[in-house]
Antibody, heavy 123, light 110 residues
Framework: EVQLLESGGGLVQPGGSLRLSCAAS????????LGWVRQTPGMGLEWVSA????????YYADSVKGRFTVARDSSKNTLYLQMDSLRAEDTAVYFC????????????????WGQGALVSVSS | QSALTQPASVSGSPGQSITISCTGT?????????VSWYQQHPGKAPKLMIY???KRPSGVSNRFSGSKSGNTASLIISGLQAEDEADYYC??????????FGTGTEVTVL
């Protein structure tokens, strides 16, 4: 059974940093691209970032480009999202999710999701 | 990229069919087959219902189907059931190598 478990969320001041982790199990970690999607409470989904299976390529939404960095560690089966220069508008629940295709490429078809980690940016 | 446009709400009676539209541009929906649909119940993570415009993941009911014409993708739910009441989001690959979600549609079963 595929499991994705996010951690590292919390309250941070504007301009601060936070690193989210997503521990993965139940599938061949390096064979699947992974992504991050966020959702403001009561609002819609926003695509944030993605990384291919062997880290050949990374992708970012314009709203986080230059501030967020996605990475993965195959030795720990863990996905990361380093978030710097945080703003109030980054407040959201952050989900990690797995691509359905086992090719390692990212096509945006996310078939398994974590439960989400809440990030609050406020002074 | 601006969010794809979906109707805020769609409703239907049990057993009926409903269609949710997802309108984008030639820079996203109109040019790529990487269109997906997600179902989200309150307090839960999204669930993939359709990908690559028309494909259904294993375990998803065949009452759910997808199509695309020009810049608009559609999710069709046939034989509407009470458990289908949820929020639905489309997403698409874009010309800038990013992805964009739709504004979301609340489905109500009357």
């Amino acid at each position: 059974e595929v499991q994705l478990l996010e951690s590292g969320g919390g309250l941070v001041q504007p301009g601060g940093s936070l690193r989210l982790s997503c521990a993965a199990s139940g599938f061949s970690f390096s064979s699947y691209a992974l992504g991050w999607v966020r959702q403001t409470p009561g609002m819609g989904l926003e695509w944030v970032s993605a990384i291919t299976g062997r880290s050949e390529a990374t992708y970012y939404a314009d709203s986080v480009k230059g501030r967020f960095t996605v990475a993965r560690d195959s030795s720990k089966n863990t996905l990361y999202l380093q978030m710097d220069s945080l703003r109030a508008e980054d407040t959201a629940v952050y989900f990690c999710a797995k691509e359905i295709s086992g090719s390692g490429s990212y096509y945006g078809a996310l078939d398994s999701w974590g439960q989400g980690a809440l990030v609050s940016v406020s002074s | 990229q601006s969010a794809l446009t979906q109707p805020a709400s769609v409703s239907g009676s049990p057993g009926q069919s409903i269609t949710i539209s997802c309108t984008g541009t030639s820079s996203n929906v109109g040019s790529y087959k990487f269109v997906s649909w997600y179902q989200q119940h309150p307090g839960k993570a999204p669930k993939l219902m359709i990908y690559d415009v028309t494909k259904r993941p294993s375990g998803v009911s065949n009452r759910f189907s997808g199509s695309k014409s020009g810049n608009t993708a559609s999710l069709i739910i046939s034989g509407l059931q009470a458990e289908d009441e949820a929020d639905y989001y489309c997403s698409s690959f874009t010309s800038t190598n990013t992805f964009v979600f739709g504004t979301g549609t609340e489905v109500t079963v009357l």
